[in-house]
């Protein structure tokens, strides 16, 4: 159990349309999602938290309007990459938990490219 | 405030030799305590966690780890190295028991077990 999927895998998108990515915990509940970007040979850099039906949580530093999170149900959370850029090029994984003590689990990752 | 560290960038062992992959903490709390490991291009897997109760923490795959309350420390280790576990290992920590459930991840130690 506890397996989360990322839609989609690979995206490569030209500089100012919008990309959205999809977060799925596919067989529980999740209380909270979590959204991070890495870098390549780096740690995950947490973007925002989010729980189901409130506002996400936003890291200082990342801009709310540029990456747009929709947390609708307790099994799908969606990052909108708006009017994206070369720069916004990343690898972008998202986790999920069941509660507040629980290990996250995390989906597989979505590679974003802006040409 | 929580923070990681992973002093190593590398590790090198040959495969059947012990390993370890070393990790120190610091947090305002009890800390929660968790290792993960990324395969190339992959998301993060789950491997254990210490919450509280015994020391060692066994987890997936054959790896443990030992918490240290007085050295601040949760190396990850395992008695036999595979090839098949190269890949980056994560540890991270959160102090919050409840609420915000903000995990810091350390910046990664690649794990390479040489034939």
């Known amino acids: 159990g506890a397996v989360v999927s990322q839609h989609p895998s690979r995206v490569i998108c030209k500089s100012g349309t919008s990309v959205k990515i999809e977060c799925r915990s596919l067989d529980f509940q999740a209380t909270t999602m979590f959204w991070y970007r890495q870098f390549p040979k780096q740690s995950l850099m947490l973007m925002a938290t989010s729980n189901e039906g409130s506002k996400a949580t936003y890291e200082q530093g990342v801009e709310k309007d540029k990456f747009l999170i929709n947390h609708a149900s307790l099994t799908l959370s969606t990052l909108t990459v708006t009017s994206a850029h070369p720069e916004d090029s990343s690898f972008y994984i998202c986790s999920a938990t069941r509660s507040s003590y629980n290990e996250q689990f995390f989906g597989p990752g979505t590679r974003l490219t802006v040409l | 405030a929580q923070s990681v560290a992973q002093p190593e960038d590398q590790v090198n062992v040959a495969e059947g030799n012990p390993l370890t992959v070393k990790c120190t903490y610091s947090?305002?709390?009890?800390?929660?305590l968790f290792w993960y490991v990324q395969y190339p291009n992959r998301g993060l897997q789950f491997l254990l966690k210490?919450?509280?109760?015994?020391?060692l923490v066994k987890g997936s795959y054959g790896f443990e780890a030992e918490f240290n309350k007085s050295q601040t420390s949760f190396h990850l280790k395992k008695p036999s190295a595979l090839v098949s576990d190269s890949a980056l290992y994560f540890c991270a920590v959160r102090d919050d028991p409840g609420g915000y459930q903000k995990v810091t991840f350390g910046t990664g130690t690649k794990l390479q077990v040489i034939p």
């Open positions: 947090v305002s709390g009890n800390p929660y």
């Open positions: 210490y919450i509280t109760g015994d020391n």
